[in-house]
Every structure is written in C-alpha cells, then in structure tokens.
C-alpha cells in the first residue's frame, strides 16, 4: 500500500517507532480509501489511537513498538481503561476508544503484522441506553423561524435557515448539508436530491417545498458567486461554511427560545426522525433516509415518544377501537 511522501505528526498524532510508524500510516491509508471513511471519522480514530499509545509510553516506561504491542495482556488494556475512568473520560467516550484500538489491532492481524489475542477478553464497557434527544415540533419550527433574524446580514440568516431546514425536512447530518456543492443545490420542482453519507454512501432523500424555497431565498440573497463545483453554503469569507457557525447560531436560537442544551443542530435531525415515526412512518424507510447501516440505530426513535406512538396505533390498527 503507498504510503505519503512525508511523515506528518497531524497524519501520526505519535512520535513512533519506524516499524509502528510504518503500520500507523498504512492504516490511515487503509481508512481512508478502502474503508472511506471522512476526514473527522479519521481525525477522531487517529485521536483515540494516540491516546492509547502515550498512555503505554508511560505504562511501559519508553516508546512502544510492534513487540510490545504483540505482547500486551488483558491487564494492560484494562489498566488503560482504569487510567481513563479516572480522567473522568465517560463511558460512551471509552467503549469508542477501545472499539478503535480493537479496530486497528484486527487490521494489523489481517495484514500480518501484530497478532495478540489478549482484546478478544476484553469487555467493552456498559453503556447507558440513550435516547435521541429531539425538539417538539413547534420548538423546531420557531427555531427556524427564528434562526433568520439572528445574523447581522439577511443573508447569513437565510443561509442559517437553509442549513437547519436541510436538517429537519430531510434528515441530514449537518456534515453533509455543509458539504453539498452548488451544483447540488435543490430546484424548484425538483422532489428528491442524492446525498453522501457516512462511507461515501449515497441516498435519496425526499424535498419538501419548505426546503427547497429555504435555499432559493439563500441563493438570492449570497452576495458571492457560487461556481457549480464549489460549495453551497459559505461563511463571510465567501468560503466553505464551517459547523460551528451553524452551532454557534443554534446555539444563539435556543438561548433565545428557551430550549435545553440538547437543542443541537444534530436534535434537528432526530426531530425529522422521531417527528416521521410519531405520523406512522415506517422504521425500515426511516433508516433509509437517515442513512443509518443498522435498523438497531433506527429502532432507538421507537423510546422516544411512546405516548405519540400509541395515539397512532389508535387511529390506524383496526382492533384498536372496540
């Protein structure tokens, strides 16, 4: 596998061994184009990874190497783990760490360079059963009525509304919202648009009106000139729009409207989610749109509004009413 030209600590995130360095590199490259994962999933790999590995530079007692790492036992994953409760690193944070670590030790083994069978007892630790937080529906609704009259110029606040109207009428993630192009952008009549998603996965999802009259106003108002190639939402500079803007605006809104710390731009895409399966929506087209691999992660929606989900059992089931 090519390996880059140069050794950058941002592509490490670890001062390594040759040989380790060599396998650090290798499986970025393995991540990037043969599992395509995006730059923040990488980003947040090498982050974890890095973490594991100054924790057994001090374990150890100087930098490890490929030895060392066919030679660890349970106890040392467990004191790593031990090390990061007591950082007060959370449970959910540390069952995806070692689910990374687990991760790049499987490739190492299915390219034959570090076997070590000592993960495979390991237990991950138990997570809280989570459920999505989202907005009522008039909370969203008055978020994104709202959003517009926040920004200094009109037009970062039709921009605003259009990135958050992405979000709730068609269950994007505000990743891919951001990362449409102008070419993408939706079109009067227009009923569906491709996204990318996790893996560079492609769906389709539906456009309402609401959505699509969001991005006009946007793109009539942007005082920039948008190449088809380049992208549909951009910050001041006339660059990309980066997430935390959109966060910072969300943020902004809820302030304003009262809404919990769990008013995200990302409670936005629940709320499409758990809005749809409270009307009736079918949890199989639900997780087609949201893009979800697994119906496991769909089937989460199904905690969030049991009241609502009764009340459409008794308008439709026709033994409900006797």
Not at 195 to 213: C, D, F, M, S
Not at 255 to 266: F, R, S, V
């Amino acid at each position: 596998m090519a390996r880059p030209a140069r050794i950058s600590p941002k592509v490490l995130g670890f001062p390594a061994k040759p040989g380790l360095k060599a396998a650090l590199l290798d499986w970025q490259a393995w991540l990037e184009h043969e599992r395509r994962a995006s730059p923040h999933t990488r980003a947040a790999y090498r982050r974890d990874l890095t973490q594991f590995l100054e924790f057994l530079s001090g374990h150890l007692g100087a930098l490890p190497d490929l030895n060392d790492l066919a030679d660890l036992r349970t106890t040392d994953f467990r004191a790593w783990l031990a090390r990061r409760a007591e950082q007060g690193i959370g449970r959910a944070s540390r069952a995806r760490g070692l689910s990374v670590v687990r991760g790049f030790f499987r490739w190492m083994a299915r390219a034959g360079v570090v076997e070590n069978p000592a993960l495979g007892v390991l237990r991950t630790p138990k997570l809280p059963h989570s459920v999505p937080k989202a907005l009522a529906i008039d909370e969203a609704r008055e978020t994104l009525s709202l959003v517009q009259g926040l920004a200094r110029d009109p037009w970062a606040g039709k921009r605003d509304t259009a990135v958050l109207a992405l979000l709730y009428g068609c269950g994007l993630r505000i990743g891919e919202a951001l990362s449409l192009n102008r070419g993408e952008a939706p079109a009067p009549g227009q009923e569906a648009m491709s996204v990318t998603g996790k893996g560079n996965k492609q769906r389709y999802v539906p456009l309402l009106p609401a959505v699509i009259e969001a991005v006009r106003d946007y793109l009539a108002a942007c005082p920039f000139i948008l190449p088809p190639e380049g992208p549909l939402f951009v910050g001041a500079r006339g660059k990309r729009l980066g997430a935390r803007r959109v966060q910072a605006r969300m943020a902004e809104a809820r302030a304003a409207l009262g809404l919990p710390a769990t008013a995200t731009p990302h409670a936005l895409r629940h709320s499409f989610a758990t809005h749809l399966l409270a009307g009736g929506g079918d949890l199989r087209a639900i997780q087609e749109l949201l893009g979800h691999a697994s119906l496991s992660t769909t089937q989460r929606y199904t905690d969030v509004d049991a009241a609502g989900l009764l009340s459409v059992y008794d308008r439709a089931h026709p033994r409900a009413r006797r």
